[in-house]
């Protein structure tokens, strides 16, 4: 039976924890699957993360228990220590693309079609805004027969240049309750870059790096190219 979040909504805690496991498997392969304790860490991380958590490890494993139940997580038994692993495209039925903008709205809260692509780069490459916006149009669109829809698209904020998507995997959302993520999600994006003009050698910082970032990148574009292979993250 197709995952139904109207019939069996995740709680908070189980969407961290399957947000969690769904990030480190693409950037941290050599560690994954991740240990109870590995999994707690990244749930309880102080990036990347919105809100930011202090699960304990009793309720981190009582998550992973219901997870396994819905065949969301697997568990791996070991000589020294059991692992896990996510299994949410199989037992949700959506594509990896639609999957990694799932982890990242469970991770980071409600973000733009531009900041999920942006936040997608270590999990899935998107061409542009466009291939972002097609994904989530289509979880958006996702058919009755299929659970219903996995994303809503909130309205836009007060001050807000573009409005936000939020995903629907704990529950549907009353009008209320999008319009307050709405608020909720525009005022932490103004606090964070109040924080940044607020501290100019933070922001000198921040654009150095994005800039080494960019050069990085550029380079290993035209490596690949000169060898002929795909970049990273693309087929």
């Known amino acids: 039976m197709p995952f139904d979040p109207r019939l069996q909504p995740l709680d908070a805690a189980e969407a961290r924890v399957l947000g969690t496991l769904m990030e480190k498997a693409r950037t941290v392969p050599d560690s994954y699957p991740l240990t109870l304790n590995a999994v707690v860490t990244g749930c309880n991380q102080k990036s990347s993360r919105d809100p930011v958590t202090t699960l304990s490890d009793a309720e981190v494993q009582e998550a992973l228990d219901s997870l396994r139940r819905r065949a969301m997580v697997v568990e791996i038994g070991g000589q020294r220590?059991?692992?896990w692993e996510h299994n949410f495209p199989r037992a949700v039925g959506v594509p990896d693309q639609s999957a990694a903008l799932l982890g990242l709205l469970m991770l980071r809260g409600p973000q733009t079609a531009g900041e999920l692509r942006i936040n997608a780069e270590r999990w899935h490459r998107f061409a542009d805004i466009s291939s972002v916006e097609a994904?989530?149009?289509?979880l958006q669109s996702r058919s009755e027969e299929k659970g219903g829809?996995?994303?809503a698209l909130l309205p836009r904020a007060p001050g807000a240049r573009e409005p936000r998507w939020t995903h629907l995997l704990c529950?549907?959302?009353?009008?209320a309750d999008m319009a307050a993520q709405a608020a909720q999600a525009t005022a932490s994006a103004s606090t964070a870059s109040s924080a940044r003009t607020a501290d100019p050698a933070?922001?000198?910082?921040v654009g150095a790096l994005?800039?080494?970032?960019a050069a990085l990148r550029g380079s290993l574009a035209a490596l690949c190219g000169q060898l002929g292979v795909s970049l990273p993250g693309q087929p």
Do not use: I, Q
């Not at 994904?135 to 289509?138: G, K, R, S």
């Not at 994005?210 to 970032?213: G, S």
């Open 149 to 151: 829809p996995l994303v």
């Open 202 to 205: 933070l922001a000198e910082r």
């Open 171 to 175: 529950g549907p959302l009353s009008a």
């Open 135 to 138: 994904f989530l149009d289509e």
């Open 210 to 213: 994005e800039a080494e970032v």
């Open 81 to 83: 220590t059991t692992r």
